[in-house]
């Protein structure tokens, strides 16, 4: 399994002492924590895309890119690149030339976007979102697998003879999650291309993303890229720890009263029993975690929310030392155990490239036994 850190890049008030940082500083922060968790040896980062106050991170790829060059093992991706307002052409040739800059660790996570006024900001409408989101990727998927596109849709000017360069690093395009909270269009779309489904179950209940999951697995097999158990799963979640239980939670809960993205709402008691949020000690999160596998099956990467909601930076680094000290070493452990054979493995560019190698030599194989 594959562990790591995601950031959704909000600018918010410290509740507990009023203060706001400055873009600069946030942005500057969200590199620290990147370069932390590698440090700490977690194997992923990834940065969400935003164009709206208060959230920073308008250009994950250039984020990326920097923390590709001061890493040299961390997985680099985003969560989410908006596949209905980006140009496919422009996150072709960026993700692609993200992977020669970072030796090929990088993936892509396609979304939607949560927010509505993002659409005509960029051109387009809300009400079009899944069918952009299809035909989109679509297109994408292309421009990565053919030298020469020639390609003409509903929403962008038609391609004629087009090249996208770079090409892929070594002939393998990034891999791909896509990510829901909601939509069963998106988890359709990830089975079909036999591409990745990360559910960012940080909202909802556990039943929701269940439904979510086991129609993505279902559809998985159903296309025929393997058993349901090898389809490629990826969850989000949320934790604040300190070594007592009562220290985390009272430390924690101004922080989650004012969160730009659930504040206001319910309890924070209420909110940890209804979500992979986990507030207490290593230990409980560790426990917490370990009951994800038991609703939606062996999985292959965890990503946790640290940095949000005002925390200071000296906080959210303490956090990610416990984190990649003391719960991720016995998650690693734990997952494996008992982890039944031919469950897939969490992708990365090497595997990947190995892959491909091996069904071309093979293909090779056949067209001579034909011959």
């Known amino acids: 399994m594959q562990f790591g850190l995601f950031s959704v890049g909000d600018v918010t008030p410290d509740p507990t002492t009023g203060r706001t940082p400055t873009e600069h500083e946030r942005i500057k922060a ?8 590698e440090e700490v040896g977690l194997d992923v980062f990834a940065t969400g895309e935003h164009h709206n106050p208060p959230f920073v991170p308008s250009s994950p790829t250039t984020m990326l890119g920097h923390i590709a060059a001061r890493t040299e093992n961390l997985i680099l991706s985003t969560a989410t690149t908006l596949i209905t307002t980006n140009d496919p052409v422009k996150i072709a040739e960026d993700f692609a030339m993200l992977q020669h800059v970072a030796d090929g660790r990088v993936d892509v996570m396609m979304g939607r976007g949560n927010t509505g006024p993002v659409y005509p900001w960029f051109g387009q409408d809300i009400r079009q979102g899944i069918p952009l989101a299809i035909e989109n990727y679509a297109l994408l998927r292309r421009l ?12 962008r000017t038609p391609l004629q003879g087009f090249t ?14 896509h990510g829901s909270i909601r939509s069963p269009e998106i988890a359709e779309q990830a089975a079909y291309y036999g591409d990745g489904f990360f559910a960012n179950n940080i909202f909802w209940p556990k039943g929701h993303f269940k439904k979510l999951i086991n129609l993505y697995r279902d559809r998985f097999e159903h296309y025929g890229h393997g058993t349901r158990e090898q389809a490629l799963v990826g969850l989000g979640g949320q934790v604040f720890m300190r070594r007592n239980s ?4 009272r430390e924690f809960r101004p922080y989650f009263d004012n969160a730009p993205v659930y504040g206001h709402g319910p309890t924070l008691e209420e909110f940890t029993s209804e979500t992979p949020l986990t507030v207490g000690s290593p230990q409980e999160v560790i426990e917490k975690t370990l009951t994800f596998r038991e609703s939606f099956g062996d999985y292959q990467r965890q990503l946790f929310l640290m940095d949000h909601a005002g925390l200071p930076l000296k906080t959210v680094l303490e956090q990610i030392d416990m984190l990649g000290e ?17 469950t897939a493995e969490a992708p990365t560019h090497a595997a990947r490239v190995a892959a491909a190698q091996a069904a071309a030599a093979r293909a090779d194989e056949k067209g001579e036994a034909t011959v």
């Open 144 to 155: 990565w697998t053919e030298d020469v596109v020639d390609w003409q849709g509903r929403f």
């Open 326 to 342: 003391e719960v991720v070493p016995v998650l690693r452990k734990e997952m494996a155990a008992g982890r039944p054979a031919g």
């Open 246 to 249: 009562q220290d985390a939670v």
């Open 30 to 37: 969200i590199l620290t924590i990147a370069r932390k968790a």
């Open 164 to 177: 996208s360069t770079p090409r892929p690093l070594d002939g393998v395009p990034p891999f791909v999650w």
